[in-house]
C-alpha cells in the first residue's frame, strides 16, 4: 500500500472541513444503550465523549449550525462520559 501525499492547495477551506465526527465502534456494538463515540477533529482533536441515539440529533444539529462548540457537549457529560442533556439529573 503507497501512500499519497495531499497537495496544500488541495486542501478543504476551514468551512469545509470536518470538524468532528461520529463514529460507531465495538462499544456501540456491544453496549445494550449503543451509545456513539463523538469524536473531535478541530478544536481539542482526539477528544471524544459518548453520544446515546436519543441525544445524537440534538448534538448534531446545534454542532451543524455551530449552534455550539464540541467542548460544551464534552463538558456536560455524566460520570460515565456519555452525553445526556444538560438538564439531565
Known amino acids: 500500500m ?3 501525499p495531499i497537495a496544500t ?3 478543504a477551506s476551514r468551512d469545509d472541513m470536518l ?3 461520529f ?3 465495538a462499544i456501540t456494538m456491544a453496549d445494550v444503550e449503543r451509545p456513539l463515540l463523538a469524536l473531535d477533529l478541530a ?6 465523549f459518548r453520544v446515546p441515539p ?3 440529533p440534538d448534538v448534531s444539529t446545534n ?3 455551530a449552534n455550539m462548540d464540541f ?3 464534552a463538558d456536560a457529560v455524566d460520570e460515565s462520559g456519555r452525553y445526556r442533556d444538560f438538564n439531565a439529573d
Open 2 to 4: 503507497t501512500s499519497v
Open 43 to 48: 478544536d481539542e482533536p482526539g477528544r471524544t
Open 54 to 56: 436519543r441525544w445524537y
Open 71 to 73: 467542548s460544551e457537549f
Open 9 to 11: 492547495d488541495n486542501a
Open 63 to 65: 454542532l451543524t449550525i
Open 23 to 25: 463514529l460507531a465502534d
Open 19 to 21: 470538524t468532528y465526527l
